[in-house]
Nanobody
């Protein structure tokens, strides 16, 4: 079972920045994709960004390209731990949401699955609030 713990959310003014962190551990992740979803009140959960376990492929939703960047630390020697980051710049009030880290056991080439069912593990979520 993959264990995911997010941190780094908070309140920020429009135009500001936040960096979210997700500590991932629990099993060998050689094929896993790690990603960030968000869910705003009254809206469906949407995929924000994702990164391959090897770190060689990333994905970012079109509406966030140029503002959000996903990255990760080097994996542990046993290939069972890493930390994934979501750097969010030029934040807008519409970015207000609960942000979730998630793990998908499948690799992706250009775009990971946006279906929540494909993501087998989820963090508890961290609130991001952007004031105008």
């Amino acid at each position: 079972q993959v264990h995911l713990v997010e941190s780094g959310g908070g309140l920020v003014q429009a135009g500001g920045s936040l960096r979210l962190s997700c500590a991932a551990s629990g099993r060998t992740f050689s094929t896993y994709t790690l990603g960030w979803f968000r869910q705003a009140p009254g809206k469906e959960r949407e995929l924000v960004a994702a990164i391959s376990w090897g770190g060689d492929r990333t994905y970012c939703a079109d509406s966030m390209k140029g503002r959000f960047t996903i990255s990760r630390d080097n994996v542990s020697r046993d290939n069972a731990k890493t930390t994934v980051y979501l750097q969010m710049n030029s934040l807008k009030p519409e970015d207000t949401a609960v942000y979730y880290c998630a793990a998908n056991p499948d690799r992706f080439l250009t775009r990971p699955s946006t279906s929540e069912g494909a993501w087998v593990s989820w963090g508890q979520g961290t609130q991001v609030t952007v004031s105008s």
